[in-house]
């Protein structure tokens, strides 16, 4: 079935880097653009970018100041969001989801929760 | 790009219909055909229920309907049940350095 599997938990220190993963199944990897958003403990949503998996192509939010990075690996139908200089704001649970139909986020990945703490 | 802006909460009895609002500006739901609408349950994903402003996907209960004037979209849940108690956002493409952006979110109160 189509589904989409994330990395598990990750606690990192301030200043470090994470990489969390994004696993597609019963879909082409390639025909549909994939984005994160993320979710801080008792917030909203926060949309923090998009790859095109076909190209390798990307469009992150400017709130992220160049500390973030999303690549893929076509062969294993995997993308990857690293964040850099982690901050204790950048707690939060990092959703991978599925484009639909611009804009229109279909199938999610279960979450993946970043803790940035000292 | 700030967030869209919606109620923080709504709340009705079963069988009542409830409406949220969502208000953005000129550079997002005034001028976008793409405007959606997520419920999320309480350590879940949220689920995609409206996309296009007006449309449902596949197996989405046709109790949850979506409109836009100007430039507020609105999501409204009529038949109110039990099961719809959750937080629900909408999100909008904008014409923005930040192509897509998230309502504030609203918790549905089923009484």
């Known amino acids: 079935q189509v589904e989409i599997i994330q990395s598990g938990a990750e606690v990192k220190k301030p200043g470090a880097s994470v990489k969390v993963s994004c696993k597609a199944s019963?879909?082409?990897?390639?025909?549909?653009?994939l984005h994160w958003v993320r979710q801080a403990p008792g917030g909203g949503l926060e949309w923090v970018g998009w790859?095109?998996?076909?190209?390798?192509?990307?469009n992150y939010s400017q709130n992220f100041q160049g500390r973030l990075t999303m690549t893929r690996d076509t062969s294993i139908t995997t993308a990857y969001l690293e964040l850099n200089g982690l901050r204790s704001d950048d707690t939060a649970i990092y959703f991978c989801a599925r484009d639909w139909n611009d804009g229109a986020f279909d199938v999610w990945g279960q979450g993946t929760m970043v803790s940035v703490s000292s | 790009q700030s967030a869209l802006t919606q109620p923080a909460s709504v709340s009705g009895s079963p069988g009542q219909s409830i409406t949220i609002s969502c208000t953005g500006t000129s550079s997002d739901i005034a001028t976008s055909y793409y405007v959606s609408w997520y419920q999320q349950h309480p350590g879940k994903a949220p689920k995609l229920i409206i996309f296009?402003?007006?449309k449902r996907p596949s197996g989405v209960s046709t109790r949850f309907s979506g409109s836009k004037s100007g430039n507020t979209a609105s999501l409204t849940i009529s038949g109110l049940q039990a099961e719809d108690g959750a937080d629900y956002y909408c999100s909008s493409s904008t014409s923005t350095n930040i192509p897509y952006v998230f309502g504030t979110g609203t918790r549905v109160t089923v009484l």
């Open positions: 019963g879909f082409t990897f390639t025909a549909y653009y």
């Open positions: 790859i095109n998996p076909h190209t390798g192509g990307s």
């Open positions: 296009d402003v007006t």
